[in-house]
Structures are given as structure tokens and as C-alpha cells.
């Protein structure tokens, strides 16, 4: 179980990253959906023990993350959001050089650990190749190698799935959903989809606050009834008690999506709430809030 509490953190420019964050995470993945700059990533570095927070408390299995980092770092794994590699060196040899740093010191020990991580994330076939040579998926899925090696109890993964294409995109979650099973894994993202479809658990943050935490279902339940659709909407003819979730094309046609408690209009037509109702409904209302 991973415990938060009221973490927050301003970096030097005066910028309030993170503002009281307050969580209680267990096993499975745990879905972190926010626009750009909402905190995300520094909310998974401050995770990671790689900056400090200025106040509030993380607790892995009891032990007080921020206060022990040394041992935090033997007890997390991070796939970081911009996770460079060495472009000349093969898989396995940075995979091993990585062991090393992490402590696994004998030899044998160290190569069937290599082996393994690597058979876990499908390179072990590809363990000769220049990492220069792999494709993003594949560099990401060699990400997820690393950090899984010492079998970490925590697992922080930044925004995996950005510039995947779908079928490594599929493969990635499942192999994400794999990895998840006795393990808290925390995956941020602003892909509403991937939480949809991966997540027991989430939240969504905004300008470093979390605005809406729970399951996906329990949120997406919360506007049963609420959500309409029409093709007849501009902003001059929009009914009173109405807010405009999204206004984009389907299937080549305008759809726009309104949140309203009662029926707004004879061209609405009602529809099942998803989670990208519950996301985009959630920062509406919040930058509605802030303007009033
Ligand atoms: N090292 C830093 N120094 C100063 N400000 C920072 C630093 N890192 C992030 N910020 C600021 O903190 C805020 C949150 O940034 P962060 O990168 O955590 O957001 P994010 O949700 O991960 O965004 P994205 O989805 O674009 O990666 C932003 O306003 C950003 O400019």
C-alpha cells in the first residue's frame, strides 16, 4: 500500500508544482490523467525520491519514503518520461551495466537476471541489438526492464505510450497489466483511453491539485443521466444550465457533448457517460471555478 499525504512541492521559479496531494493506493495500476503541465511529472519524481518535496509524507509499506531514500530506491523501479538510452550499447550489455548500479553485484546472478527481464519484456531475441536500433516500443518496453529489475514493490512509469503505435501500444499495456499484478504501479498519462482501459484505480490532476479520485467506474457512474449529444449546437444557441464538455468531428460529422442535469433541448439526445466525459467534465468545471 502506498500512502500520501498532503504532498506538495514549489520549485524556485515560485511555480507550485504540487499542491496537498493526498492518496491511498494499492496493488494494480493506478491511472494519473492530467493535461500538460498539471504536475504529473513531478509528482512521479517526487515519487521516485529524485527531488524532494517541501512538505507531506509517502509511505511504501510503512516506510517513509522521503526520509529514507536510499532504501526507497532499492524498493521502486522508474521509467522516467524522457528515458534516454545509449544508442551504441546492446540491450543486454546496458541492461547489465544498469544491474550493476542497482546493486547486483556477482556475475551468473546478474546475467539470468538479464536474461529473465528481458524474456519478461519480449527483447530476449533481440538482446544483441543496438539499442540505437530499437523502435519506441521496444525502447520502452526495455525501459520497463530496468525498472523492474530487483522486482520493486513500487513501480513509477511517466507517460509510456506517448508516440506508440497501436499494436505496441496494446502489447505495452498488457505487458503493463502483467507487471502489475502484486505490485503498485503508478502510470501517468494523458491518454484517457489507456486508464480506461488498464485502470482500477485513478485520479485527475490539475495545476497540481487532484480534482477527482476513484475508480474509473465510480466516476464515469457519477454522470449517468447527465451527458447529451447533438450535431445543432454553436455557442450562440447554447441552452441555459448547459456546459459544453466537447465540441470535435465523429465519424465525419460535429458532435458536440454537453453536461446539463435535465433534458436541454428537442436535438439533444442522451448517451452513456465515458471517462473522457468524466476528465473533460472535470477540468471544465475547474477552470469555471477558478474564472468565478
Ligand atoms: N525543474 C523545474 N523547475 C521549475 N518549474 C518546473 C520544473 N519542472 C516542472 N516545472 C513546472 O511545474 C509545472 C508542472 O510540470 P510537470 O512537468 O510536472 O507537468 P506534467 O503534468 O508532467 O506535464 P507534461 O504532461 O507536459 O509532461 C509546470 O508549470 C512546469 O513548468
Not at 201 to 224: C, D, H, V, W, Y
Request: net charge neutral; aromatic share 6%; with cysteine.
Amino acid at each position: 500500500m502506498l500512502v500520501i499525504k498532503q504532498l506538495s512541492k514549489t520549485y524556485a521559479n515560485g511555480i507550485q508544482a504540487l499542491r496537498e496531494i493526498s492518496l491511498e493506493i494499492g496493488c494494480g495500476i493506478f491511472g494519473l490523467l492530467g493535461p500538460n503541465g498539471a504536475g504529473k511529472s513531478s509528482f512521479m519524481r517526487t515519487l521516485a525520491t529524485l527531488q524532494d518535496a517541501d512538505s507531506g509524507l509517502i509511505e511504501l509499506d510503512g516506510l517513509n519514503l522521503l526520509k529514507n531514500p536510499q532504501i526507497a530506491r532499492q524498493r521502486l523501479g522508474y521509467l522516467p518520461q524522457d528515458f534516454g538510452v545509449y544508442p551504441n550499447v546492446s540491450a543486454e550489455d546496458l541492461l547489465d551495466q544498469i544491474a550493476v548500479f542497482k546493486g547486483f553485484t556477482r556475475p551468473s546472478q546478474r546475467r539470468e537476471l538479464v536474461a529473465q527481464q528481458l524474456q519478461l519484456v519480449n527483447l530476449y531475441e533481440q538482446r544483441k541489438q543496438k539499442l540505437g536500433t530499437f523502435s519506441g516500443g521496444m525502447r520502452q518496453r526495455f525501459g520497463i526492464a530496468q525498472a523492474l529489475l530487483g522486482s520493486p514493490q513500487l513501480l513509477i512509469v511517466d507517460e509510456p505510450t506517448a508516440g506508440l503505435d497501436p499494436v505496441e501500444r496494446i502489447r505495452f499495456q498488457n505487458l503493463l497489466a502483467e507487471i502489475s499484478q502484486d505490485r503498485v504501479l503508478i502510470l501517468s498519462t494523458h491518454i484517457v483511453e489507456d486508464v480506461a482501459e488498464l485502470c482500477k484505480q485513478m485520479a485527475i490532476l490539475n495545476r497540481g491539485e487532484i480534482i477527482r479520485s476513484g475508480s474509473p467506474l465510480f466516476l464515469t457512474e457519477t454522470l449517468q443521466g447527465k451527458i447529451w449529444i447533438t450535431s445543432e449546437l454553436d455557442a450562440s444557441n447554447l441552452p441555459e444550465n448547459c456546459t459544453i464538455i466537447t465540441a470535435r468531428m465523429s465519424r465525419g460529422k460535429r458532435c458536440v457533448r454537453v453536461l446539463s442535469e435535465t433534458q436541454p433541448g428537442q436535438h439533444f439526445h442522451p448517451v452513456e457517460p465515458d471517462l473522457n466525459d468524466v476528465y473533460f467534465t472535470a477540468l471544465r468545471l475547474e477552470s469555471f471555478a477558478i474564472a468565478a
